[in-house]
């Protein structure tokens, strides 16, 4: 397995600490800086050996609470850059190198971190215009990257976690991180077990649709 950070994390390295089968490999890099994406994809598929990846899960994201009066054309490129652009930039890199979508490879999963905020369906209070505006773009890309993809064997799909108490949210929230995870590692199994469609939809940690 492998996993990416911006910068060391004490709980990533002691994960990386444990040996044996399906030990974790940790590698740094910042998905708002195309040189960093392209520097990891290279090293990874150095590693990987010419074994394409079954799974990719894109986590990165950064939020900003702005209401109308205080957004800024800086907060809302920022938050672009890394929610939605960083995506593209990410699938890109692992195509190139030949970590997913390789001619014979078995069908691999890409599966997008979004959030309901980026529900246009279900806004119905308004607000934090940069955070969801960068959410609805991501989604609009993963639906695009599901079509593209979907000839070289990649499942493009988007996941919403849930209210969940982390250092994002000020430790507020509804779920827990297990449940969470426990729940988005339900939809991932579910879809590969032709239980859901996972291809360009959208689902929660309950394995429930999201409107668009």
Not at 177 to 200: H, N, Q, Y
Request: hydrophobic share 50%.
């Amino acid at each position: 397995m492998h996993a990416t950070t911006r910068a060391p994390s004490p709980g990533l390295d002691a994960l990386a600490s444990k040996p044996g089968p399906g030990a974790l490999t940790v590698r740094t890099c910042d998905v708002a800086s195309p040189a960093s994406v392209n520097a990891w994809a290279a090293d990874l598929a150095a590693d990987l050996a010419a074994e394409p990846l079954a799974l990719v899960i894109h986590n990165a994201g950064v939020a900003k609470w702005a209401d109308l009066e205080s957004t800024t054309a800086e907060d809302m490129v920022d938050v672009f850059r890394v929610n939605t652009v960083g995506a593209v930039l990410t699938m890109q890199a692992l195509l190139k190198v030949g970590a997913v979508g390789q001619a014979g490879a078995p069908p691999a999963v890409a599966a997008f971190m979004t959030s309901k905020m980026g529900s246009v369906a279900d806004n119905g209070s308004g607000g934090s215009y940069v955070y969801r505006a960068s959410k609805a773009a991501l989604n609009a890309v993963v639906k695009s990257l599901s079509i593209d993809l979907a000839p070289r064997g990649v499942t493009a799909t988007l996941l919403h976690p849930g209210w969940v108490a982390t250092d994002m949210t000020g430790n507020k929230g509804l779920i827990d991180v297990e449940t969470s995870a426990s729940g988005l590692l339900g939809v991932l199994e579910a879809g590969a077990a032709g239980a859901l469609d996972l291809r360009g939809t959208w689902h929660d940690y309950k394995q429930e649709a999201i409107p668009w």
